[in-house]
């Protein structure tokens, strides 16, 4: 008996290896993969989400598998190119205590300008519409004077929120909107307002200041990211801290 490769395994190989190759260098290609991983996240979450106001824990668990289901697409697209996470500038060449303490006051510096343009926005907001909006929080009253609740929803939002949405909305949509071949001088720029809408509009359950606020964030993070040369970290670190203010804020009502 003859040993070699099965000509399924074979074909499926294949098949994985040209649609990596499409990814890689065919533009339609990358925009249907972008547009492949929202609307699977849309649509889960239009499937499963409760209009129950009492099911307020359930509802942040559906967006948490959407994320989940999200970062799993964003990873079988990297694999499919024969990549992993340091192409969207994952892992440490080298860590001493030197490089921590620069990423570290690097995350803080992050973390005040996208404080500063979140505030920006709701300036912004404010004069448009002439008075004073508060973006729609109702979703976390589920924390309010409930601590272990809150230690539970930190773990989770650092792990889906503060490093998927860096994934997510920095990492991989600036990344696969700068290779669609936009002119050079612009299309970092592009890519960078087109993500942050998107991340804004993502955010549309807190309502339009919450957008606003959001999309605004978002050019923060983005900016940061292509100045800091991909050391997602750095935004990581930054929006773990932002995300532990709006949770305290929530738990203390």
Same mark, same amino acid.
């Given at each position: 008996?003859?040993?070699?490769?099965?000509?399924?395994? $074979?074909?499926?190989?294949?098949?994985?290896? $040209?649609?990596?190759?499409?990814?890689?260098?065919?533009?339609?290609?990358?925009?249907?993969?972008?547009?492949?991983?929202?609307?699977? +996240?849309?649509?889960?979450?239009?499937?499963?989400?409760?209009?129950?106001?009492?099911?307020?824990?359930?509802? %942040?668990?559906?967006?948490?598998? +959407?994320?989940?289901?999200?970062?799993?697409?964003?990873?079988?697209?990297?694999?499919?190119?024969?990549?992993?996470?340091?192409?969207?500038?994952?892992?440490?060449?080298?860590?001493?205590?030197?490089?921590?303490?620069?990423?570290?006051?690097?995350?803080?510096?992050?973390?005040?300008?996208?404080? =500063?343009?979140?505030?920006?926005?709701?300036?912004?907001?404010?004069?448009?519409?002439?008075?004073?909006?508060?973006?729609?929080?109702?979703?976390?009253?589920?924390?309010?004077?409930?601590?272990?609740?809150?230690?539970? /929803?930190?773990?989770?939002?650092?792990?889906? /929120? =503060?490093?998927?949405?860096?994934?997510?909305?920095?990492?991989?949509?600036?990344?696969?909107? =700068?290779?669609?071949?936009? +002119? =050079?001088?612009?299309?970092?720029?592009?890519?960078?307002?087109? /993500?942050?809408?998107?991340?804004?509009?993502? %955010? !549309?359950?807190?309502?339009?200041?919450?957008?606003? $606020?959001?999309?605004?964030?978002?050019?923060?993070?983005?900016?940061? !990211?292509?100045?800091?040369?991909?050391?997602?970290?750095?935004?990581?670190?930054?929006?773990? !801290?932002?995300?532990?203010?709006?949770?305290?804020?929530?738990?203390?009502?």
């Amino acid at each position: 008996m003859q040993l070699g490769h099965h000509p399924k395994n $074979q074909k499926r190989k294949d098949f994985h290896i $040209q649609l990596g190759n499409q990814l890689k260098t065919n533009k339609l290609a990358k925009i249907i993969e972008i547009a492949l991983v929202f609307l699977v +996240a849309f649509l889960f979450i239009k499937a499963f989400i409760s209009e129950k106001p009492s099911d307020l824990i359930y509802n %942040h668990s559906v967006i948490w598998f +959407a994320n989940i289901i999200m970062l799993t697409l964003v990873y079988v697209g990297l694999r499919l190119r024969g990549e992993n996470f340091t192409s969207f500038g994952f892992g440490f060449k080298r860590f001493d205590l030197k490089f921590g303490i620069k990423t570290f006051f690097q995350s803080i510096l992050v973390f005040v300008l996208a404080l =500063s343009c979140f505030i920006v926005g709701s300036i912004i907001m404010a004069n448009i519409i002439g008075i004073p909006e508060n973006s729609e929080m109702s979703g976390y009253d589920y924390l309010k004077d409930n601590i272990w609740m809150l230690f539970l /929803s930190l773990g989770g939002t650092y792990m889906v /929120s =503060s490093i998927g949405e860096e994934v997510i909305y920095r990492a991989f949509l600036i990344n696969r909107i =700068s290779e669609l071949g936009l +002119a =050079s001088k612009k299309r970092k720029v592009i890519a960078v307002v087109i /993500s942050a809408i998107v991340f804004g509009f993502a %955010h !549309y359950n807190w309502g339009l200041m919450g957008i606003v $606020q959001t999309t605004f964030m978002g050019l923060a993070l983005g900016i940061s !990211y292509i100045y800091l040369k991909k050391r997602i970290w750095v935004l990581i670190f930054a929006h773990a !801290y932002m995300d532990t203010i709006l949770m305290v804020q929530m738990y203390l009502g």
